[in-house]
């Protein structure tokens, strides 16, 4: 049971699966996001290393925190001892589970000591070239065959959970009604254990491709393009003050006495 000042442990996260309670979970990258998530009283929070830190972690509160090692050509970790170093140190700052999309042996060893691992299946953006590219995975009976081997393989090194992107829906109900682990869905239905979007998406100020599974709920991109003008209106107003002389005005100015002022002057004979 969470209590009210605990953020939730691996145990708490696998209850929730065996009451079918659904869980909340979101990409974020900043500290606003990270504390509104808790405010919010979001489940889980999906963090990159290059984004955590104390402050990330003391910002994301109560929220259960998925801290993504960098795999292959996004990071510098290569071996096994590499991936459990790091996990490691994120561990240390207070990561709650950690992303691993490297090979089945680096995985195992993250789990052989102990370290809660959320793999891939499905759609992994990381090795799409393999599936085609950046699209579904499991349409046809022999790739849906292919992620549930792959999610069979997960569960026998005791990963904790895994990101299932992009799959049907009802390949996804059948994986995770069939498996131990926690299965993080993103554009897979309603059937996963969690559903999970990137901050940017829910609101509303992606950039580039929006995947077909995202939803916005504010149009933050509006008000960011608001802030943008005003923001380049401010830095002319500063341009047009400086070099008309208006700043910097007696406030914003450091006063010296008289007397001090000809003192000075005297001990420089000017």
């Keep these: 049971m969470v209590t009210k000042n605990s953020r939730p442990t691996v145990a708490d996260i696998r209850a929730m699966k065996g009451r079918g309670q659904k869980i909340s979970m979101l990409y974020v990258t900043s500290l606003e996001e990270a504390a509104a998530a808790d405010a919010a009283g979001v489940d889980m929070l999906s963090i990159e290393g290059r984004f955590f830190s104390p402050e990330m972690r003391e910002a994301a509160g109560r929220c259960f925190v998925q801290v993504g090692l960098p795999y292959g050509p996004a990071g510098n970790l290569v071996t096994a001892e590499d991936y459990l170093k790091t996990a490691y140190h994120f561990m240390r700052i207070g990561g709650d589970c950690f992303y691993c999309a490297a090979s089945l042996d680096i995985q195992k060893t993250l789990c052989d000591n102990a370290v ?8 992994i953006p990381s090795q799409c070239t393999w599936t085609g590219g950046f699209k579904a995975v499991g349409r046809t009976a022999e790739s ?9 393989r997960l569960e026998a090194i005791r990963c904790f959970g895994a990101e299932l992107e992009v799959v049907p829906d009802r390949i996804a109900e059948l994986i995770t009604r069939s498996t131990p682990m926690i299965m993080l869905g993103m554009g897979a239905g309603p059937h996963a254990d969690a559903q999970y979007l990137f901050s940017e998406d829910v609101l509303g100020h992606t950039t580039g491709h929006k995947p077909r599974h995202a939803k916005t709920y504010r149009n933050f991109a509006a008000e960011y393009e608001r802030l943008q ?3 380049i209106a401010a830095y002319r107003e500063f341009i047009a003050d400086v070099q008309t002389g208006a700043y910097p005005e007696p406030q914003h100015v450091v006063q010296i006495t008289d007397d001090e002022f000809s003192t000075f002057r005297t001990a420089l004979r000017l």
């Design 116 to 123: 809660p691992v959320v793999a891939h299946v499905g759609l």
């Design 144 to 152: 849906a065959h292919a992620v549930w081997d792959h999610v069979k």
């Design 229 to 231: 003008h005003e923001r």
